[in-house]
C-alpha cells in the first residue's frame, strides 16, 4: 500500500533547529521525487523544498533558502527536512509528499501521494 509517515514535529523556539522526517512505503517513495510542504490554518499550503531520486536536484522555497535542508535516505525509504534558525512564521503543519516521477516539483498539483502532517511551532 501507499503510506507516508512525518515525525519530528514539535515545539522549540525562536533560533533553534529541528529535524522532520518522513518515512514512505515502497511503492510511494521508490525512483520518485520527494517534496516538503507547510500550511498553517486559513491560508493554502505551500512548497517548502525539493528533492530528485538520487538527489541530485534540490530546489527550497526563497522563504526558507539558506535555513532549510532537503535530504533522503533511499535505502531507508526516508527523507528529511533540516530546519535552523527558525523563526515564529515557520509555524505550520509540514506534509511530505512523493511524485511519480524521479525529476522535482514545486506545485501542489505535481505530487501523487502526501502524509497526515507533522506540527511544527516555533515560539518567539
Known amino acids: 500500500q501507499v503510506q507516508l509517515v512525518e515525525s519530528g514535529g514539535g515545539l522549540v523556539q525562536a533560533g533553534d533547529s529541528l529535524r522532520i522526517a518522513c518515512t514512505a512505503s515502497?511503492?510511494?517513495?521508490?525512483?520518485?521525487?520527494m517534496g516538503w510542504f507547510r500550511q498553517v490554518p486559513g491560508k493554502e499550503r505551500e512548497f517548502v523544498a525539493t528533492?530528485?531520486?538520487?538527489?541530485?536536484?534540490?530546489y527550497y522555497a526563497d522563504s526558507v533558502k539558506g535555513r532549510f535542508t532537503i535530504s533522503r535516505e533511499n535505502a531507508k525509504n526516508t527523507v528529511y527536512l533540516q530546519m535552523s534558525s527558525l523563526k515564529p512564521e515557520d509555524t505550520a503543519v509540514y506534509y511530505c509528499a512523493s511524485r511519480k516521477v524521479s525529476f522535482t516539483g514545486t506545485k501542489i498539483e505535481d505530487y501523487n501521494y502526501w502524509g497526515q502532517g507533522t506540527q511544527v511551532t516555533v515560539s518567539s
Open positions: 515502497e511503492r510511494a517513495f521508490s525512483h520518485y521525487a
Open positions: 528533492i530528485s531520486w538520487t538527489g541530485g536536484t534540490i
